[in-house]
Antibody, heavy 124, light 112 residues
Framework: QVQLQQSGPGLVKPSQTLSLTCAISGDSVSRKNSAWYWIRHSPSRGLEWLGR?????????DYAESVKSRITINPDTSKNQFSLQLYSVTPEDTAVYYC??????????????WGQGTTVTVSS | DIVMTQSPLSLPATPGEPAAISCRSS???????????VDWYLQKPGQSPQLLIFLGSIRASGVPDRFSGSGSGTDFTLKISRVEADDVGIYYCMQAIDTPRLAFGPGTKVDV
């Protein structure tokens, strides 16, 4: 059974960096044709995709326009996890953050596994 | 960008009775492979979203057959044939045809 376990601080000061990690069990972050998302949920913006790391013969990274200038997603194959870094945060970045896996083998299978969610508050 | 809308936004449901949620996309979600790239998720209170339906009508593993998805193009429906108390939560539709750019609907809150 695939599980995603999130970790990271729940409070970040304005202008600092939000860092979260998603540890994977039961699957491999570098499985061919895998894709791994970070998504957030806030009352003002609803559910919003932030970025995706996907692996084919190499890594590919895609980021939402709304955060493209200040986001990085990093897979760590040695620890079988992937991370989110969101730089220069403001109170608008306050949200519940989720990691999620795209399911399916060779065909799209929905976001079939989600992390437990991390509530992140941006405040001084 | 594709915009997803849902109706109703609030749905009081009665145990044992059917219920339906509509979802509309601003662009067609029909792929050349013949599938509609729309998913349905349920977020139960205090939990992360869970996948119910993907590719328009395919139930995810472990999802009861009370749940069904239908529709094509820009109009989609999630139906619950007989609502149970455990079905409370917020239901979201999501488009995946514009992957990696996903877009979720605003959610429909179901109370039983």
């Amino acid at each position: 059974q695939v599980q995603l376990q999130q970790s990271g601080p729940g409070l970040v000061k304005p202008s600092q960096t939000l860092s979260l990690t998603c540890a994977i069990s039961g699957d491999s972050v570098s499985r061919k044709n895998s894709a791994w998302y970070w998504i957030r949920h806030s009352p003002s913006r609803g559910l919003e995709w932030l970025g995706r790391a996907s692996y084919g013969s190499k890594w590919y990274y895609d980021y939402a326009e709304s955060v493209k200038s200040r986001i990085t997603i990093n897979p760590d194959t040695s620890k079988n996890q992937f991370s989110l870094q969101l730089y220069s945060v403001t109170p608008e970045d306050t949200a519940v953050y989720y990691c999620a896996r795209v399911g399916g083998l060779g065909r799209y299978g929905g976001l079939d596994v989600w992390g437990q969610g991390t509530t992140v508050t941006v405040s001084s | 960008d594709i915009v997803m809308t849902q109706s109703p936004l609030s749905l009081p449901a009665t145990p044992g009775e059917p219920a339906a949620i509509s979802c509309r996309s601003s662009q067609s979600l029909l792929h050349t492979d013949g599938y509609s790239y729309v998913d349905w998720y349920l977020q139960k209170p205090g939990q992360s979203p869970q996948l119910l339906i993907f590719l328009g009508s395919i139930r995810a593993s472990g999802v009861p057959d009370r749940f069904s998805g239908s529709g094509s193009g820009t109009d989609f429906t999630l139906k619950i044939s007989r609502v149970e108390a455990d079905d409370v939560g917020i239901y979201y539709c999501m488009q995946a045809i514009d992957t990696p750019r996903l877009a979720f609907g605003p959610g429909t809150k179901v109370d039983v």
